[in-house]
């Protein structure tokens, strides 16, 4: 093909064969390491395990590329930056690393080589901070500019420079003067996780231009996905679920706070399972210690916050169980990743609980460092987790793929997900009658400045008695109790449907705020129960699926 041809490629092929020992591009490095070394900006969407270190160490060592000299990558893991220097050691390629912490008879050397005539190191790895925080480096990057020895800035892990992201960093956000600075040096950004809202603001925060942007499939097949509403005794079901699906293997078992990592652990241990617990206010060497024990396997399973995670590539995690639910999908997609990286089958099991809901919805409300704008964000993604949450129909995996925008066809799951694999009696029912009414409801709430909550919303509709009903005078609103006597389940999947499908909008109808319907013809020929769709964030309209 046309990347063959390049003037590249025989190059990038020869390295690979006798720096990399490997035979063989996987899908994208080869139009990434050319489009970069033709002098573009490259943006790579790469799941984990993908080889993304391949598409920016290969080019580093590439001399027929456009520009020429130090390969920068900037990377947030001092930790991971070593581990890849010593690696590229081994390989005979000249790497180094510019880090804060690094002893000082060290950067002084570098420093010197830096500005020394002589050869330049291929490859320099750098934290954000010290790449754009330290006036040693601007001097260093100043001086290469000027003899044109920056080969190109690679921003790994990229997704940080997000302020959608929920990792945010703050010294990713100076990465953006990087464009103004040396504007003729080409960007190679790459990440794992990137929603679109992500992905554009990693093109506009560093400033990229025309890019060549390339993804891939995130779909990780080899992972079964299942919800279940948490039951009282939480740790008791775990337990089970551990000692009768996976007894002796490596898992996750991810917490919503501090204080619970360490009950579950112990109530695990209580209960059998050899467990620990990790989250981010514990020592620097108790974390090592648990993080290490879990790594080498003498302990298999780790109880954690969010905390454990970035940077771990273990590859025969066998389960990820949320005992809380996460914030975000992306959150969801990020933590279950980490299960089944060598491609055996592997369980991801989320316990739901409208209770979490709340309790993370309360987190957010009650930041006052987020701004307006954000804290919309991160109310919309919690609502998408829970619509994701408590859908009892649609595929999970064609829902945690449409937050890449990506499409996937639901008889491809072939059951690995609960949804598709209970599909068997279920009921297509058309439910146009009770989508109308409840329209009609929330407009009519609308109309009287009344803010209408799902449960609210369902309950008011089958004409509910309950006091604090009664108090805002649910009875003045059109539909009130024109459900009485239908199934509560049906209307609440009934309002679930609408709310995925976006006819209620704002989104937030649970978190409180009140709902405008709109587009009520949309509903004529929508069904609920069992309508198996292609779940793309709930925009295609209902005549569509019914094909
Ligand atoms: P990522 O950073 O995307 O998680 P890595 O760069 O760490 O992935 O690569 C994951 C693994 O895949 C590594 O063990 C690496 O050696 C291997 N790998 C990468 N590219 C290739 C390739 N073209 N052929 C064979 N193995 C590869
Ligand atoms: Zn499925």
């Known amino acids: 093909g046309a990347l063959e041809r390049s003037a590249y490629y025989l190059e990038a092929k020869q390295k690979l064969s006798t720096t990399f020992g490997l035979q ?45 000299g130090v390969s920068f990558i900037v990377s947030p893991l001092i930790a991971l930056m070593e581990d890849q220097v010593q690696q590229l050691r081994s390989k005979d390629v000249d790497a180094d690393l510019f880090t804060s912490e690094r002893d000082f008879s060290d950067r002084s050397k570098l420093r010197n080589r830096l500005f020394s005539a002589g050869d330049k190191p291929n490859i320099v790895y750098i934290t954000p901070e010290r790449l754009s925080g330290s006036p040693e480096m601007s001097r260093i990057l100043e001086y290469l500019y000027q003899r044109s020895e920056i080969a190109r800035f690679v921003i790994d892990e990229a997704h940080l420079i997000s302020s959608w992201g929920r990792d945010f960093r703050d010294s990713y956000v100076a990465l953006r003067t990087l464009r103004e600075k040396f504007p003729n040096i080409p960007i190679m950004a790459l990440t794992a996780t990137a929603t679109e809202e992500e992905r554009r603001d990693i093109v506009t925060g560093l400033g990229m231009r025309d890019h060549l942007f390339l993804t891939q499939s995130f779909n990780r097949a080899n992972l079964r996905y299942t919800v279940v509403k948490k039951p009282q005794r939480t740790v008791d079901y775990i337990s089970r679920f551990i000692q009768e699906r996976h007894p002796g293997a490596t898992g996750i078992v991810y ?48 109880v ?104 996937f066809d639901p008889r491809d799951c072939g059951g690995s997900c609960d949804n598709c694999k209970s599909t068997d009696g279920v009921v297509e029912e058309d439910v146009s009658a009770t989508a109308a009414d409840l329209v009609a409801l929330v407009r009519s709430a609308e109309a009287h400045g009344m803010k209408i909550t799902k449960p609210m919303c369902v309950e008011t509709y089958r004409g509910s008695k309950r006091k604090d009903l009664v108090e805002k005078q649910v009875d003045r609103l059109q539909g009130f109790g024109a459900g009485k006597g239908q199934d509560k389940g049906r209307i609440d999947r009934t309002v679930q449907r609408l709310l995925d499908d976006n006819v209620f909008e704002p989104v937030v109808l649970s978190a409180g705020a009140s709902a405008v319907a709109r587009e009520q013809q949309r509903l004529a020929p929508a069904t609920v129960e069992g309508a198996r769709r292609v779940s793309t964030g709930g925009a295609a309209p209902p005549e569509a699926e019914a094909a």
Request: aromatic share 6%.
């Open 24 to 68: 063989e591009f996987r899908k994208n490095q080869l139009d990434a390491i050319i489009g970069t070394l033709s002098g573009r900006d490259v943006l790579v969407l790469m799941p984990t395990g993908g080889g993304k270190s391949l598409c920016y160490q290969l080019p580093a060592l590439c001399t027929s590329g456009r520009t020429h």
């Open 304 to 407: 954690a916050t969010i905390a454990f995670g970035m940077g771990i590539d273990k590859p025969d995690v066998r389960f990820v169980i949320h005992h809380d639910m996460p914030s975000s999908l992306a959150g969801y997609n990020q933590e279950t990743g980490r299960a089944g990286r060598d491609g055996k089958p592997s369980d991801c099991l989320l316990l739901y609980s409208f209770k979490d809901f709340g309790w993370q919805r309360d987190r957010i409300m009650k930041d006052d460092t987020l701004s307006h704008e954000n804290r919309a964000r991160l109310n919309r993604a919690l609502e998408a987790m829970d619509h994701f949450s408590t859908n009892t129909t649609d595929c999970r995996r064609a829902q945690l793929l449409s937050i890449y925008s990506e499409r």
């Open 255 to 302: 917490c919503g706070g501090r204080d619970k990592c360490e009950t579950v652990a112990r109530q695990l241990r209580d209960l059998g399972v050899e467990a620990k617990h990790f989250h981010a206010e514990m020592s620097p060497t108790d974390k090592a210690k648990a993080m290490s024990t879990w790594k080498e396997g003498s302990c298999k399973v780790i």
